[in-house]
């Protein structure tokens, strides 16, 4: 699945020509991809710091417009009122520029928060390996998608198995941050960042 160690990759769409065509606002945003505790927040938190950027989490504004943390959306709503709250805070957050913008790692099934998160953003896809990921995602409480499994680590490689190809046709770059520090994964992402909007 990942590559090298803290290797970085540029796939098909992240061309600096076909970039520029893409991006419709200036400063571009920031977005990070990626499977459940590949540290899309931890990382984006440090990329806004150092860029000046705001930092959003998409799962932080759909509790913000549940009035509920997300354990509580899938249990009394559903996932799909779940997914439904997730559009909508993806089409916000994409129309503003100068945003770093972590994702749920689910963001990427739905083609529209694709197209949305495209039009405005540099999309990176922070892959961790599978132990490291399970360490950092913890007591799994608050990820309802594994802690209603019963063997988390299988579920864990189910889901990253089907999703592996979204993120690559959704990602401009791929970073594997496995044994990297939050700081260093920050680093190689803002110059893969740079990279995408041509500086
Ligand atoms: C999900 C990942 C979670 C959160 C929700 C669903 C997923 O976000 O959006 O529990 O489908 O993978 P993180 O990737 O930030 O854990």
């Known amino acids: 699945m990942c590559d090298r160690i803290g290797e970085s990759k540029r796939l098909a769409n992240g061309d600096a020509e076909r970039l520029d065509a893409r991006l419709g606002c200036n400063p571009p945003n920031l977005v990070l991809i990626g499977f459940m505790g590949a540290g899309k927040t931890s990382v984006g938190r440090v990329c806004a710091r150092r860029l000046r950027f705001r930092f959003t989490d998409t799962d932080l504004l759909v509790e913000r417009m549940a009035d509920k943390t997300i354990a509580q959306i899938f249990e009394e709503d559903g996932e799909e009122q779940f997914r439904h709250l997730e559009q909508i805070a993806v089409a916000r957050i994409s129309r503003r520029c100068g945003n770093v913008i972590a994702t749920g790692g689910g963001v990427i099934l739905n083609p529209v928060n694709v197209h949305n998160l495209r039009r405005n953003g540099v999309i990176i896809w922070l892959q961790t390996q599978t132990e490291e990921a ?66």
């Not at 608050?142 to 802690?147: E, F, I, K, Q």
């Open 134 to 199: 399970l360490r950092r995602v913890g007591d799994r409480s608050s990820r309802p998608l594994l802690s209603e499994a019963e063997y988390p680590a299988k579920r864990f490689e189910q889901l990253l198995v089907k999703r592996s190809p979204f993120y690559a046709r959704a990602a401009d770059y791929r970073l594997d941050s496995t044994g990297l520090r939050v700081s260093e994964a920050a680093e190689s992402v803002i110059a893969l960042y740079r990279k995408g909007i041509g500086l």
